[in-house]
């Protein structure tokens, strides 16, 4: 057994080594490396089409699920390569993609889900709202696979309205509801996030935290859950159930030059769980609630996996609507560190911040390592900048974990509308926002205060930083 003391101390070390930002050096630097050292997927030159195995285009009462899944299958099991989506619309129930294979839409290609609940049962292992249980079906699902693609040019179509998924949302998840409403001794349901909630603080088996399709929770549009190499390119999304792009717990992860266009209740454009080397980039996201929203789960979940994201760079995307352009949180309990966002526009009446940390005593963890420059915004609603310590207060079920966050850096944004240009909401009792800097910003239209702030807030440095022409 003393052989393997030497070899347990070095993973031991390097593991420390990890648990720090890169604030030290110079941190662009740190973001080239990132890069250069992701793997990238690679396929066999080897291709099919969804129509060799019997995908129907155009008729909504044939759903190509099993060809779909019959090609990817297939193309696993002889090595990998390419199943094409060929132009024309095919409607279709959940996918599931396996390793060695990219999904390609063609430019013409659209693929339709289906709004039938029973399609998307039974459960599978995913996590909503950052704790963890067996529930629907996503759209387009991976587990625990590696090297796999989706790409093209074509539209992924998730169908949601709230004459379905949404309005099915609103009825099941956040209230009790009956199970047949025409029935008076129809059975009462407790809410399925309620229930989730629950589960999550009591630690409940996974086993037991499974839905059905009577109570399921609203699925992702894609879910990759455990899987390495990855890349989403050049696709369109609409409509979808609940999230966009919803990777947990992935390394080498590259979303690139995707749209996605979702108002829906909870509709965030891309939420990495838990992973580490993303990169974003050339993305369009308009969206019903966060654009990009990082996680590293929530509550017991999060600080029992104990799992941080780390290594994530956005550039070159653009944001309109949304609750928040780039934002860490809520689900953060696993910690969040090297955050790099560049060169990226955003502009919208109902964009309503641009870089937004948001956390609370229930949910702890140490964020840190936000670097960000070179990010124009012609209007947000509320602050260019919100870091927020107390979110959530209402619905916090365990209070004493501490939140900090730290090393935040603002490089050459400027905003030309805002209501505020900095807002700040810290601790009553402790200081755990530090480390704050802007430098070379300028905020015009700035509607009320420059800087608004409440609880204890340690080291701001504004540096070259005007808001409505006055130094600030």
């Given at each position: 057994m003393n052989n393997y003391r030497p070899f347990l101390l070095a993973v031991l070390l390097a593991a420390v080594s990890c648990t720090s930002s890169v604030s030290a050096g110079d941190p662009w630097a740190e973001a080239d490396r990132i890069l250069s050292e992701m793997t990238q997927v690679h396929f066999p030159d080897r291709s099919?089409?969804?129509?060799?195995?019997?995908?129907?285009?155009?008729?909504?009462?044939?759903?190509?699920?099993?060809?779909?899944?019959?090609?990817?299958?297939?193309?696993?099991?002889?090595?990998?390569?390419?199943?094409?989506?060929?132009?024309?619309?095919?409607?279709?129930?959940?996918?599931?993609?396996?390793?060695?294979?990219?999904?390609?839409?063609?430019?013409?290609?659209?693929?339709?889900?289906?709004?039938?609940?029973?399609?998307?049962?039974?459960?599978?292992?995913?996590?909503?709202?950052?704790?963890?249980?067996?529930?629907?079906?996503?759209?387009?699902?991976?587990?625990?696979?590696?090297?796999?693609?989706?790409?093209?040019?074509?539209?992924?179509?998730?169908?949601?309205?709230?004459?379905?998924?949404?309005?099915?949302?609103?009825?099941?998840?956040?209230?009790?509801?009956?199970?047949?409403?025409?029935?008076?001794?129809?059975?009462?349901?407790?809410?399925?996030?309620?229930?989730?909630?629950?589960?999550?603080?009591?630690?409940?088996?996974?086993?037991?935290?499974?839905?059905?399709?009577?109570?399921?929770?609203?699925?992702?549009?894609?879910?990759?859950?455990?899987?390495?190499?990855?890349?989403?390119?050049?696709?369109?999304?609409?409509?979808?159930?609940?999230?966009?792009?919803?990777?947990?717990?992935?390394?080498?992860?590259?979303?690139?030059?995707?749209?996605?266009?979702?108002?829906?209740?909870?509709?965030?454009?891309?939420?990495?769980?838990?992973?580490?080397?993303?990169?974003?980039?050339?993305?369009?996201?308009?969206?019903?609630?966060d654009c990009i929203a990082i996680k590293s789960g929530r509550n017991e979940d999060g600080r029992k996996w104990g799992i941080p994201s780390e290594n994530i760079i956005v550039r070159n995307c653009t944001m309109a609507n949304g609750h928040g352009g780039v934002v860490i949180g809520s689900e953060i309990s696993g910690g969040y560190r090297n955050l790099f966002v560049e060169n990226c526009k955003m502009d919208s009446p109902n964009l309503d911040r641009v870089i937004r940390i948001k956390t609370s005593t229930a949910r702890g963890g140490v964020i840190e390592g936000i670097h960000v420059r070179n990010v124009e915004v012609g209007q947000c609603r509320e602050a260019v900048l919100r870091i927020n310590l107390k979110y959530e207060q209402n619905e916090i079920a365990k209070r004493g974990f501490i939140p900090e966050v730290r090393d935040v850096t603002l490089e050459n944004v400027n905003c030309r509308k805002s209501t505020y240009g900095v807002r700040f909401d810290g601790l009553d009792d402790v200081v755990k926002i530090n480390d704050i800097t802007l430098r070379n910003c300028t905020f015009e239209g700035v509607e009320k205060e420059p800087v608004l702030q409440s609880g204890l807030v340690g080291t701001v440095n504004f540096d070259n930083v005007s808001v409505n022409g006055k130094a600030l």
């Open positions: 099919v089409s969804i129509t060799d195995f019997g995908a129907v285009e155009g008729d909504p009462d044939r759903l190509a699920t099993e060809a779909i899944n019959n090609a990817i299958l297939a193309m696993n099991q002889a090595g990998g390569g390419t199943v094409t989506v060929p132009d024309g619309t095919f409607w279709t129930g959940p996918v599931t993609l396996k390793s060695n294979v990219n999904l390609h839409l063609s430019d013409g290609a659209t693929l339709k889900f289906s709004t039938d609940v029973k399609q998307y049962f039974p459960a599978v292992p995913s996590r909503w709202e950052g704790i963890d249980c067996n529930n629907t079906h996503p759209l387009i699902y991976a587990y625990g696979e590696t090297n796999i693609a989706l790409t093209g040019k074509g539209t992924i179509d998730g169908c949601a309205s709230y004459d379905n998924w949404w309005g099915r949302g609103r009825v099941t998840e956040r209230r009790p509801w009956q199970l047949d409403p025409s029935d008076p001794k129809s059975p009462v349901m407790e809410g399925s996030r309620v229930r989730l909630l629950a589960w999550g603080e009591s630690g409940a088996p996974m086993y037991e935290r499974t839905y059905t399709e009577v109570d399921g929770l609203r699925p992702q549009t894609i879910h990759f859950n455990r899987c390495t190499t990855v890349l989403i390119e050049g696709v369109t999304l609409l409509n979808s159930p609940f999230w966009v792009i919803h990777p947990l717990m992935c390394n080498d992860l590259t979303v690139r030059g995707i749209t996605a266009n979702n108002n829906g209740p909870n509709g965030d454009g891309c939420d990495p769980e838990s992973c580490k080397n993303v990169l974003i980039e050339d993305c369009v996201f308009n969206t019903g609630d």
